[in-house]
């Protein structure tokens, strides 16, 4: 009876363990996070999507949304020249923090050194992140982020539904066509 209970119960001590986020990404790094900071470009976060298992995709928009006005000409703005890349949020030594699970924070993601890439003033470009799999594996708050152009955090649904936060790029859009009285396409 006694090792009938034993089993029992490291069966469900392994189950616990095994349900746990450091063991259902591909990666998990031993380190925190640091994010990205935003300097100039705007980042949202269009449209993203993810699959059973765990692959995905996330359509973004970078945007300079800068303007001229008596404190200075707008800019050309730049992001990169890293790629981008997505961080989980789950409790870690002091408290949520991010860790960056997609790709790799230990693997060497280019080989070629390349420079930053240039936004003009009120230019918008769109790219693709297309995701491969357990990049998204389990429900919970997610973070992308592009050098130089920030992060935007977005939920990944039991059912799979991916909600995003562009919150900040709303209001720096909305602002950009208040200065310059150019509308911005959403």
Same mark, same amino acid.
């Given at each position: 009876m006694l090792l009938l209970l034993l089993g029992i119960g490291a069966l469900c001590g392994y189950m616990y363990w095994?349900?746990? /986020? %450091? #063991? #259902?990404f591909a990666?998990? /790094? !031993? !380190?925190e996070s640091t994010g990205a *900071? @935003? !300097? $100039? *470009?705007s980042l949202c976060i269009d449209e993203a999507g @993810?699959? #059973?298992d765990g692959s995905g995709y996330i359509k973004y928009t970078l945007a300079n949304f800068s303007w001229s006005d008596e404190y200075g000409e707008a800019e050309v703005a730049y992001y990169g020249p890293a790629d981008p890349w997505i961080e989980y949020q789950y409790e870690g030594e002091f408290g949520d923090s991010f860790y960056q699970v997609y790709p790799r924070a230990d693997s060497l993601t280019q080989l070629v050194v390349t420079s930053a890439s240039p936004l !003009? %003033? $009120?230019e918008k470009i769109q790219l693709v992140e297309i995701l491969p799999k357990d990049t998204l594996p389990v429900a919970g708050v997610y973070r992308f982020c592009v050098e130089r152009a920030g992060t935007v955090d977005f939920v990944v649904m039991n059912n799979g539904d991916v909600v995003a936060d562009n919150e900040a790029y709303i209001k720096t859009s909305r602002e950009y066509e208040r200065q310059t009285a150019t509308p911005v396409e959403p």
């Open positions: 095994a349900s746990l /986020p %450091p #063991q #259902q990666y998990w /790094p !031993e !380190e *900071v @935003r !300097e $100039g *470009v @993810r699959n #059973q !003009e %003033p $009120g």
